[in-house]
């Protein structure tokens, strides 16, 4: 069974600065898709940015971007410039083709002031 | 543009009671319906997907049921709640055919069964 992990729990870091989140998955599968996921403070939850396993390029949204490394089963993501809105619990997700989405345990990240 | 509604918002219920979530989708059609829980910082617990209209999948065993009695509406279910239902709920959709489809949320239904 596929599982995905997220060691760090929680994470802190000053505005205007760079911070890195972890996720590591397990899976058997070559086609899938990842998925980071923000869920502010009593907010909707939306996709951040989003990584096909097929393309070796790096997705980049902005100021998030991933490190995708597939052998290593590692799907990080950067934040760059930290802003206090982006404040909130951060879900690492994959899917495979055809199936339903693994979540992962969240981080909660503060961005302070 | 699609958008997904859910609610009640929040809700406090007595053990015992029955409950009634609602989910809908505008703007798309035949679309992958989700029901998660959440708890209190913790991950996303798939409850139940569908495919289609009476088409219900559940994942894990548990006091709640869901229906889709129309292509856009999925709504969770409970006869007889338990204190264990208390949570943070959420109704998602995907692209039913779109298999790269992202996962789209609602704003969520928090349960507190007292």
């Known amino acids: 069974a596929q599982t995905v992990t997220q060691s760090q729990p929680e994470m802190s870091v000053q505005e205007a600065e760079t911070v890195t989140l972890s996720c590591t998955y397990d899976t058997s599968e070559s086609n899938y898709y990842l998925f980071w996921y923000k869920q502010p403070p009593s907010r909707q939850m939306i996709l951040v940015i989003r990584?096909?396993?097929?393309?070796?390029q790096n997705a980049t949204e902005n100021r998030f971007s991933v490190n995708f490394q597939k052998a290593a089963k590692s799907f990080s993501l950067k934040i760059s410039d930290s802003q206090l809105g982006d404040t909130a619990m951060y879900f690492c997700?994959?899917?495979?083709?055809?199936?339903?989405?693994?979540f992962g345990p969240g981080t909660r990240l503060s961005v302070l002031p | 543009s699609q958008t997904i509604h859910q609610w009640p918002a929040t809700l406090v219920q007595p053990v015992g009671s029955p409950l009634s979530l609602e989910c809908t989708v505008e703007g798309t059609s035949n679309p992958n319906l989700y029901w998660y829980r959440q708890a209190a910082g913790r991950g996303l617990q798939l409850l139940f997907y569908s495919i289609g209209i009476d088409q219900i999948s559940s994942e894990v065993p548990q006091n709640l049921s869901a229906s889709r009695p129309q292509d856009r509406q999925f709504i969770l279910s409970s006869k007889k709640l338990l204190l264990s239902d208390s949570g943070f709920y959420l109704c998602a959709w995907s692209v039913r055919l779109g298999e790269a489809g992202e996962l789209f949320f609602g704003e969520g239904s928090r349960l507190t069964v007292l």
């Open positions: 990584q096909e396993a097929y393309k070796q």
């Open positions: 997700a994959f899917r495979h083709y055809g199936q339903n989405f693994v």
